[in-house]
C-alpha cells in the first residue's frame, strides 16, 4: 500500500471481522514498526501481545472494576484537566459522530456506558495489545512512542488489518500491571485493538474532520 494512501485512509477500527491474524503477520508488523524514530534512538517503548486468555482476564477484571464502581489513579490525564474549548468541540463532535453512527442518543447514558465498554473486550478485536513508556522518559519521549504506534497502525493496513489505539486501557494502569506484570519502569499508555475491519458495521462507517492546513500551518 502507497504511504500516502495508508496516512488518509487510516481510521480507527471498532468492529472487526471474527478472522485470527496470524503470528507470523503480527510479528511482520511489529518488526517493520521498530524503526520508528526516537531521539537519541532511546526506543523507550514495550508492547505486550496478549493470549487470548489474558485478553479475557483484563476484559473480566476491568468490567468488574467498572461495574463495582472501582476506580484507579491513570498515570497521566487522558483529556487536559480543564479543557480549552477548542479541544473540547472537537472531543464532541468525535463523539457526536461515534454514537450519531450508533444511533445513540445524548441521553441514552447506558448505551454510551456499554460502547465505552467495547474497548475492555478490544472491540472484539482477535488481537489485543498494551503499550507501555518508560516511566523516566520526559514528555519529548512519549512523541517518539507516538511514531511508533502510527507505525503500527499504518503497516497494519498494508496486511487488510485495522486498529484502533486505546488510552481507554490508561484508566485501570494496576489491573493491566498485575495481569500483564510489565515492569514497574514502565507506564501504561494505551492498548492496540488489531483485526480485519468489519466493513459492515456501522462504527466503521463514519470519518473524523481535520482541520484545514492554513488552521495549524503558518509559512512565514
Ligand atoms: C493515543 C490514542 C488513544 C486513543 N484512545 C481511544 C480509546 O480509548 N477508545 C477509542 O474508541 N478511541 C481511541 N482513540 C481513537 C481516537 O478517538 C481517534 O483516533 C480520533 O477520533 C480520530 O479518528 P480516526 O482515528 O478514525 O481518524 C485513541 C487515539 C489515540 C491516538
Known amino acids: 500500500m502507497n504511504i500516502l494512501d495508508a496516512i ?16 507470523e503477520i503480527i510479528e511482520n508488523i511489529l518488526n517493520i514498526s521498530r524503526f520508528a524514530p526516537s531521539g537519541g534512538n532511546t526506543q523507550p517503548w514495550k ?7 489474558l485478553m479475557k482476564e483484563l476484559e473480566t477484571s476491568v468490567l468488574s472494576n467498572l461495574d ?9 490525564n487522558i483529556y487536559p484537566q480543564p479543557m480549552s474549548d477548542h479541544l473540547k468541540n472537537r472531543v464532541k ?20 456506558l456499554n460502547q465505552l465498554k467495547q474497548n475492555f473486550s478490544f472491540f472484539g478485536a ?12 520526559d514528555l519529548n519521549g512519549w512523541g517518539h512512542v507516538g511514531h511508533f504506534i502510527q507505525n503500527i497502525c499504518l503497516s497494519s493496513m498494508d496486511f487488510g488489518l485495522g486498529t484502533c489505539l486505546q488510552e481507554s ?5 494496576e489491573t493491566a500491571q498485575k495481569i500483564v506484570n510489565f515492569s ?37
Open 47 to 53: 508492547i505486550y501481545v496478549l493470549s487470548q486468555d
Open 8 to 23: 488518509q485512509a487510516r481510521q480507527s477500527i471498532r468492529s472487526f471481522k471474527n478472522k485470527e491474524v496470524s503470528r
Open 93 to 112: 463532535e468525535c463523539g457526536r459522530l461515534m454514537y450519531g453512527a450508533l444511533e445513540i442518543g445524548k441521553e441514552d447514558v447506558e448505551g454510551r
Open 169 to 173: 486501557w490508561s484508566m485501570y494502569p
Open 184 to 220: 514497574e519502569s514502565e507506564i501504561l499508555w494505551c492498548g492496540i485493538a488489531l483485526g480485519y475491519p468489519n466493513e459492515e458495521h456501522a462504527i466503521n462507517s463514519y470519518r473524523t474532520p481535520r482541520e484545514d492546513l492554513e488552521d495549524f500551518a503558518k509559512f512565514l
Open 68 to 76: 463495582n464502581g472501582v476506580s484507579e489513579t491513570p498515570n497521566f
Open 126 to 137: 482477535p488481537v489485543g495489545m498494551l503499550v507501555t513508556v518508560e516511566k523516566e522518559v
